[in-house]
Structures are given as C-alpha cells and as structure tokens.
C-alpha cells in the first residue's frame, strides 16, 4: 500500500468514530484536504482491494481488513508519538508531523520493540488510546470539560484537537494532561467559562473546553 492510501484507510476509520453510519465523500475529501471526485477515485481503489465497502447514500464503511490496517497506523502513530516526546524530549505541540511520517516505515517486529522498549504505554502524549498488538484499544471514562458544573473539578485526560496552534495556546494557559481544573463560573452569553487551576483562576472560551476530555475528580 502506498502512503496515501493508507492515509485514507485512517481518515476514513477517525469518522467512522464519529459517524457511525458511515463516513461521506466529502467528510473524506475535507479530511484529506482533497477534491471529492480524488476522494471518489481513491474509495473505487481502496474498494478493489477489499479495504473498504461504499453504498450509494450510506456512505464508506472499512472491512475487518481495512479497520485491522487502519488501527495498527494509528497505533505506529501513537507509539512514535509516546517515543518523541518521552525519549528525544519533543513538546506535545511538535509531535504529529513527525510521527505522521514515521507511522509509514514497514515493519512489525519495530513496532513491537519499540512498543516493549516504551513500556507498553495505553494512551499517546495527547491522551489518545493507544491499540494493542492485537488491535485491542484501551478507553477510560472521560467527558468533556464543557460538561462540568461550577464547583466541579476534572483533570485533563485528553485533547480533541491536535493542531500545534491549540496545544500551544494550552501551553500559555498552564493546562497540559494531569492538569486538575475546577469550573467556577459559566457565562451564558458566549458561554465560556471560568476555571480555576492550582490558585490561578482564568476564562477560557467555549471552543477550548469542548477540545478538554477530562475525568471527575
């Protein structure tokens, strides 16, 4: 498989998260910054291999063999981002590019050294799960920090966006995985809210905390 499609393969599988029913042409497209008719060829190619299936209006749907391809990039991904950042010291704003190229490299017997010499980790610098050897993935109950009620605290567990523009601006608020927050105040006109962390209260916007997985605390 080319690198492209298995860019696809993944694109397709992190809707499919989202939209059960099936991911569209141009959900993809958007996804793959492309054209919808390259999206078409592409879907007609990756069908031809038995790596996807498509129904006229329901969509694109992965095989058992899509979804296994699928999960172990995405689990090559996370593994290299968990490499970057606790062994060569990278921010969690710099890693994705990065491992986007290397989750590309061939080899199963690297992965699996690479996943033995991290220590088996569950879960990627952004707080993503990461997948087993058998595709078997680890989730823990979490819920959007949008979600809490003032006087509730939760720490961050996970991240919804990956952008370097949004890691970053979390950076200069002081939030990171295993920051505890408290909500102190909702504001109904934009609702943002006010949190409080350590001693230090701050606002964030309403499209900040629905990126914020958190876990009650």
Do not use: C
Not at 61 to 79: E, P, S, V, W, Y
């Amino acid at each position: 498989m080319s690198s492209t499609e298995e860019n696809y393969l993944k694109a397709i599988f992190k809707i499919l998260e989202k939209e059960e029913k099936g991911a569209g042409t141009n959900a993809i497209a958007t996804a793959m910054n492309t054209t919808a008719a390259s999206a078409t060829d592409m879907i007609k190619r990756l069908a031809e291999k038995e790596l996807v299936a498509y129904e006229k209006y329901r969509g694109v749907q992965l095989t058992d063999k899509g979804n296994t391809l699928a999960t172990a990039l995405i689990r090559k991904h996370r593994l290299w981002e968990v490499f970057l950042t606790e062994k060569l010291h990278f921010a969690w704003d710099e890693v994705h590019e990065m491992a986007e190229q290397l989750e590309h490299i061939r080899g199963e017997h690297l992965i699996s050294r690479l996943d033995q010499f991290l220590g088996y980790p569950r879960f990627d610098p952004h707080g993503d799960p990461i997948p087993d050897e058998e595709g078997r993935w680890n989730y823990r109950p979490q819920e959007l920090l949008s979600k809490l009620l003032p006087g509730q605290k939760g720490l961050v567990t996970g991240v919804n966006e990956h952008s370097p523009a949004f890691l970053q601006h979390l950076n200069q608020k002081g939030i990171a995985l295993g920051t505890l927050i408290e909500v102190v105040e909702q504001f109904e006109f934009d609702h943002s809210i006010q949190i409080k962390i350590q001693d230090k209260e701050l606002i964030i916007s309403d499209k900040v905390s629905k990126q914020l997985w958190v876990s009650r605390n």
